[in-house]
T-cell receptor
Framework: KNQVEQSPQSLIILEGKNCTLQ??????????LRWYKQDTGRGPVSLTI?????NTKSNGRYTATLDADTKQSSLHITASQLSDSASYIC????????????FGTGTRLQVFP | EAGVTQFPSHSVIEKGQTVTLRCDPI?????LYWYRRVMGKEIKFLLH????????ESGMPNNRFLAERTGGTYSTLKVQPAELEDSGVYFC?????????????FGPGTRLTVT
């Protein structure tokens, strides 16, 4: 079983709508949680990084939340744009090795006009 | 500032052949990582260099994989001999020493197909 589970696997929304992606992890102890955006054919690009003591972090229209007690995180996208179509990947690391990132399988988001 | 670059972007080889992937990190980044994604699976860590030293190679699947980082600049990942299950996308990332957590910057990846 994967240590980082994401839902939904895929999502289709209309341009201008909001959406929320979910991430549950079992990595324990836990050091930090990241959300990456990956466009087709490109490498992942960091959106947010949160340490265990933070519970929210924003980057423009992207807002990540973290509940370290329940081991859950969400990524909320506001007023979606066509360019938001991509895979969104939740990534966790432990304090024993903060460089070794543990990836989820991602949520594939498609935004249609 | 140039990002992480990888070469080639695509490689198609036959089973049993050798392939060498190259990664050029962002200039000045001491940390260099290799990851890979096989079909339908999540991206997985392979190894981590600090300058020219292997800090962590716990994710390397077997001894057919050899990573080097001579001089602490670019890195190569050699697969010899390649097997069908080695097909996937190989990503390289780099980060700079400094305040934790380190931001890892990813390259575009090399898509390897073993036939």
């Amino acid at each position: 079983k994967n240590q980082v589970e994401q839902s939904p696997q895929s999502l289709i929304i209309l341009e201008g709508k909001n959406c929320t992606l979910q991430c549950n992890y079992t990595v324990s102890p836990f050091s930090n949680l990241r959300w990456y955006k990956q466009d087709t054919g490109r490498g992942p690009v960091s959106l947010t990084i949160m340490t265990f003591s933070e519970n929210t972090k924003s980057n423009g229209r992207y807002t990540a939340t973290l509940d370290a007690d329940t081991k859950q995180s969400s990524l909320h996208i506001t007023a979606s744009q066509l360019s938001d179509s991509a895979s969104y990947i939740c990534v966790v690391s432990s304090p024993y090795n903060t460089d070794k990132l543990i990836f989820g399988t991602g949520t594939r988001l498609q935004v249609f006009p | 500032e140039a990002g992480v670059t990888q070469f080639p972007s695509h490689s198609v080889i036959e089973k049993g052949q050798t392939v060498t992937l190259r990664c050029d990190p962002i200039s000045g980044h001491d940390n260099l990582y290799w990851y890979r994604r096989v079909m339908g699976k999540e991206i997985k860590f392979l190894l981590h260099f600090v300058k020219e030293s292997k800090q962590d190679e716990s994710g390397m699947p077997n001894n057919r994989f050899l990573a080097e980082r001579t001089g602490g600049t670019y890195s190569t990942l050699k697969v010899q001999p390649a097997e069908l299950e080695d097909s996937g996308v190989y990503f390289c990332a780099s980060s700079q020493e400094g305040r934790l957590p380190y931001e890892q910057y990813f390259g575009p990846g090399t898509r390897l197909t073993v036939t």
